[in-house]
């Protein structure tokens, strides 16, 4: 059964920092490419970040908003993915959900929220 367990959300003032993780179990992670993703009450599911599996030599993608500030990485020995945000906007609370899918993924591919597996959510709330 695959499993993605997010951790790490929680209150931060504007400004802060915070990391979130997300482990995932069940499937060959290292194959997996990864996205993080995060929905605001009334709002759509947005694209935040994605990585491929460390095979594929590309560059992870982010969404536009968050370009500069906030970094995804993989740590395959430890079947994790994280994203480190920085400079966070209160317009950033959200519920950031991890997602898995298999495959290598192109630009468009990982921005979209076609994934196999997604974790349950953790909250991240900013401050004003």
């Known amino acids: 059964q695959v499993q993605l367990v997010e951790s790490g959300g929680g209150l931060v003032q504007a400004g802060g920092s915070l990391r979130l993780s997300c482990v995932v179990s069940g499937l060959t992670f290292s194959n997996a490419a990864m996205g993080w993703f995060r929905q605001a009450p009334g709002k759509e599911r947005e694209f935040v970040a994605g990585?491929?599996?460390?095979?594929?030599?590309?560059?992870?993608s982010y969404g536009d908003s968050v370009k500069g500030r906030f970094t995804i990485s993989r740590d395959n020995a430890k079947d994790t993915v994280y994203l480190q945000m920085n400079s966070l906007k209160p317009e950033e609370a959200a519920v950031y959900y991890c997602?898995?899918?298999?495959?290598?993924?192109?630009?468009?591919?990982?921005?979209?929220?076609?994934?196999?597996?997604w974790g349950q959510g953790t909250q991240v709330t900013v401050s004003s």
């Open positions: 990585i491929n599996s460390m095979r594929w030599t590309i560059s992870p």
């Open positions: 997602a898995a899918r298999y495959g290598y993924l192109s630009r468009a591919q990982l921005a979209s929220p076609e994934y196999d597996c």
